[in-house]
């Protein structure tokens, strides 16, 4: 038995998404998993390789021999990709004795997948690295898989769901992933260190999937297994950029947490490895000394959770920080030179056109002229999700808040925003979004990098400046006459943006309005 993984290209879900520099670690990681149990696996990386419906179905029935095949759902936007695949394949022909499904958005929609697609046997729930093998297993021994844990399927007309679910408490239990599916020319791979977070956010979906009563809420692999895993790659096959997935890496305050990354910081500089690498951490969990290891051992990019400028969100949001706590770790990670994403979501159940205003003056004074990535225009019009189930979801329920599930995303609800708000989001986000094709375009200038971030920098303070101009410009036309805005909401700069259509124009226009200045 043979099992064939599959991660099929996806659109964006109003954020831009590149594609991904590599296959799914995910799949990675069951493939390691199901080879240690002694089956083979193919993982088919249809996203970061762009290939179509056509040449993925092509792909899987050339594999030969009984297979399992195994769809990745990350999200809802595969969903229609996956129905196209299986409904160009003949799976007796082809030998697929099993369809799957496995991920964030299968794990909390198996009643609709089953529905929807009727060719899919099971969907498993939550983190399978162990059950998967065991499915694999049971389906080519012939044995019941319908008693392995977290498993859902369709008996009688209906969607049943096995008891329990198995997660690995131990990561460094884990097999290391299986990368043998990697472009050869790959330079920057995803790594995971840790899995979980001790946060209680309300709007937050992976601690729903990740924290399981009787478990750890943040479990993690020691220093010496990630940087065992870094050092491999980095010696055998050059890579030298690693997007760590964690959603947690630091893990909080307590001695193992810190002691942990400051121990794979002292062996990724002790092992002269040379990497750079990303992490994604909570604001209340840095502080000057762990950055500064972080940086010299190759830190360069930070996701930290703001949010808000607003201590009344932050509480409402059980974010357990303070606005204090947040503007201190951004000051931080600018003084440490690392570069700074930023979680940060302006509209909410609830904004004003008062509240925006308050949240853009926060990005204006804390964080204009930083080097952010991706640019500050995603954070001007960051947004709450609402994912069904969450606390966020029972909170807004319970005060009464109108809810409509939204239809593309499936697992996410829209909710009742002011009118107000709505008609300036629209114009404003349309301007930030040409900013955002605009800084596309820059990020693929065959020019120094000093001069991209420059260009970057014009690009954000252009976003900042337009959105703080758009909505002085509302708060005057709005009681008046709303269409009066709309066309004149285009700040003159951004106008230009939108007629650019050569990249020499790109570059005259930034240069007429100046880099941007900033640390
Ligand atoms: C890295 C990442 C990406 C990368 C993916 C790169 C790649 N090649 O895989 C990029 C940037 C491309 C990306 C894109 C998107 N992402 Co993303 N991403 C992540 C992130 C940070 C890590 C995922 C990861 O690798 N985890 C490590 C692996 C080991 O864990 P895992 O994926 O959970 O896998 C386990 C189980 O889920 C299961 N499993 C997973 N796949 C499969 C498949 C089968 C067959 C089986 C049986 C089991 C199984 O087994 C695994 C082992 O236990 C998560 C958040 C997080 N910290 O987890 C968000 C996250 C998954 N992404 C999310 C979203 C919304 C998106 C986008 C829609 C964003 C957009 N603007 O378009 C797209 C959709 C992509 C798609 N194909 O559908 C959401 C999903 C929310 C939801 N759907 O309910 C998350 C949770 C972030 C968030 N909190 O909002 N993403
Ligand atoms: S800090 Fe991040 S990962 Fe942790 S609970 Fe909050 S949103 Fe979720």
Redesign the pocket.
């Known amino acids: 038995m043979k099992c064939i993984?599959v991660?099929?290209l996806?659109a964006?879900?109003?954020?831009?998404?590149r594609r991904?520099?590599?296959?799914?670690?995910?799949?990675q990681?069951?493939s390691a998993y199901s080879q240690r149990s002694g089956f083979q696996s193919v993982i088919v990386d249809a996203?970061?390789s762009g290939l179509s419906v056509e040449e993925t179905a092509k792909k899987i029935s050339s594999v030969k021999g009984p297979k399992l095949l195994?769809?990745?759902?990350?999200?809802?936007?595969?969903v229609s990709r996956i129905e196209s695949v299986l409904t160009l394949l003949d799976l007796h022909a082809c030998d697929i004795q099993h369809v799957?499904?496995?991920?964030?958005?299968?794990?909390?929609n198996q009643d609709f997948l089953l529905q929807r697609l009727g060719k899919v046997n099971s969907v498993?729930r939550?983190?399978?690295?162990q059950v998967?093998a065991q499915l694999v297993s049971a389906v080519a021994e012939g044995y019941d898989w319908k008693e392995l844990p977290g498993i859902a399927y369709r008996e009688d007309g209906k969607v049943t769901v096995s008891a329990g679910i198995t997660y690995p408490r131990n990561l460094d239990e884990l097999p290391l992933a299986d990368r043998s599916f990697e472009r050869p020319d790959t330079n920057e791979v995803?790594i995971?260190t840790s899995r979980g977070c001790y946060g209680k956010c309300t709007f937050?979906?992976?601690i729903m999937?990740s924290n399981q009563e009787g478990m750890p809420n943040w479990r993690f692999r020691s220093a010496e297994s990630v940087v065992d895993e870094i050092a491999h790659l980095a010696k055998d096959r050059g890579i030298r950029k690693y997007?760590i997935?964690?959603?947690n890496f630091l893990g909080g305050r307590q001695k193992d947490a810190r002691w942990r990354a400051h121990r794979i910081a002292d062996l990724l500089i002790k092992n002269n490895l040379n990497i750079k690498f990303s992490i994604?951490c909570r604001a209340n969990d840095i502080d000057s000394d762990l950055l500064a290891h972080l940086r010299d051992a190759g830190l360069f990019s930070i996701l930290l959770g703001i949010e808000s400028g607003s201590s009344g969100f932050l509480r409402s949001i059980k974010k357990g920080t303070t606005v204090d706590t947040n503007t201190a770790a951004i000051k931080m990670v600018r003084e440490a030179g690392i570069s700074l994403s930023l979680g940060f979501m302006p509209y909410r159940p609830g904004t004003t056109l008062d509240s925006l205003d308050a949240e853009f003056r926060f990005l204006d004074s804390h964080v204009r002229g930083a080097r952010l990535s991706p640019g500050l225009s995603q954070q001007l019009r960051g947004q709450l999700?609402v994912?069904e189930g969450s606390p966020e979801y029972h909170a807004l329920n319970q005060k009464g808040v109108r809810m409509q599930r939204d239809a593309n995303?499936r697992?996410m609800f829209r909710y009742a925003e002011c009118s107000d708000v709505v008609t300036f989001r629209k114009v404003n986000n349309t301007l930030l979004e040409m900013i955002e094709a605009a800084a596309t375009e820059i990020a693929n200038l065959q020019i120094p990098h000093t001069r991209r971030m420059a260009y970057q920098r014009a690009l954000d303070d252009l976003a900042l400046d337009s959105s703080l101009g758009n909505l002085a410009a509302f708060h005057r036309h709005s009681k008046m006459d709303q269409s009066a805005f709309i066309k004149h909401a285009r700040h003159p700069l951004v106008g230009e943006v939108s007629d650019v259509h050569s990249l020499a124009q790109i570059e005259n226009l930034l240069e007429r309005h100046g880099d941007s200045n900033g640390d």
């Open positions: 993984l991660d099929l996806s964006p879900l109003g954020l831009p998404t991904p520099a590599t296959a799914s670690l995910a799949l990681m069951l996203y970061s195994g769809f990745a759902v990350m999200s809802s936007h595969v799957t499904l496995g991920g964030y958005f299968a794990t909390f498993m939550f983190e399978v690295d998967f995803y995971q937050c979906l992976n999937f997007n997935v964690d959603e994604s999700w994912y995303t697992n």
